[in-house]
């Protein structure tokens, strides 16, 4: 599954709602994050039927003037449910239809340039962040750095302009995702002062990693269209393996160690009630009985193949020299343990 972001300065023109269109069909995705459309909301309805038809849209017009942020989606791919609209920020959480993978996205799109006035997106990260329990993926265009590698010419930033950044993403447990292509997402476009900046990312929780949620950032290049980059991120879903439940196999009570594992196990002094002392020695029995089978029945077909073979090998053997006395005496070995790791074999599958 593949979402962007992209703050296009501006979806007036034709020429920008092709390239929106280009972006959303080269990649695949599903949902496309818009940013500072400067669009009036009246707008909206023509440029969906016009380009994404069947597609589902939601924005943050009513909440400011100018068209901040919008963002579309394929419903058949996709649930998306509005969990907080402001100014600068749209929270919502989507399902993945086919997987039924859950989580929360945060668009978000800052335009003040002061230590001051950036506060307030920190206090609202913090106000959103703080209560989830489940994976979220912050995105969009910060309008500043989180470290003086981050900025190229121009006035460096200062350890007092940063550690707002910083220390929300402390208190928040956020790191930036695997991130390929364009390092630095913005551009001044000013050859008389040129500056490069990386202000549009992608920040995960720990709630991703922990529920098997991976995810990779492609930047762009910005082309024509925009002095951002246009953020490409693609999600894995790898969840932890669940651990095997026990399983009882009957070919373990045929062989002659099985009695005296249990018993041996079973014999364990364990203090405490009687549900306790029970639980205690059957779970003591469980990895004796895994041990077991370990040793005795692991890699089973390959056993129950070399067993027949050496029982076949010993036959072979015999006929053309009937009288080696070792070999026949060892045939009756041979033929029982063939046949018991056939049958064990028979059972396991």
Known sequence: MKIGFWNVRGL???????????????NQLCLLGILETKLAATAIPKIIHRLFPGWCQAN???????GRILIIWNPTVIDLHLEDISPQVIHCR?????SQLSFYIYFHLWPFYTVVNRRSMWEKLLELGRPLSMPWIILGDFNCVKSPAEKQLGVPPTWYELK???????????????????????????????IWCKLDRVLLNNDCLEAGLHCTAHFNLSGCLSDHSPGIVSFFYNPAPKPKSFRFFNMWADHPDFIPTVEDRWGLNVEGTLQFRLCRKLKELKSSLKAFNNLHYSHISVRAKEADLALQNAQTHLKSNPGDVAVRDSLGDLRKKAIFLAEAERHFY
């Open 60 to 66: 943050n017009f009513d909440a400011i003037a100018i």
């Open 94 to 98: 989507i399902t993945n239809k086919s």
């Open 12 to 26: 007036n023109r034709p020429l920008k709602q092709n390239g929106v269109a280009h972006l959303i069909k080269n």
């Open 164 to 194: 707002d950044f910083a220390d929300c993403c402390l208190a928040l447990g956020l790191h930036d995702a695997q991130t390929t292509g364009c390092y630095y997402t913005w551009y001044s476009n000013s050859d008389s002062n040129p």
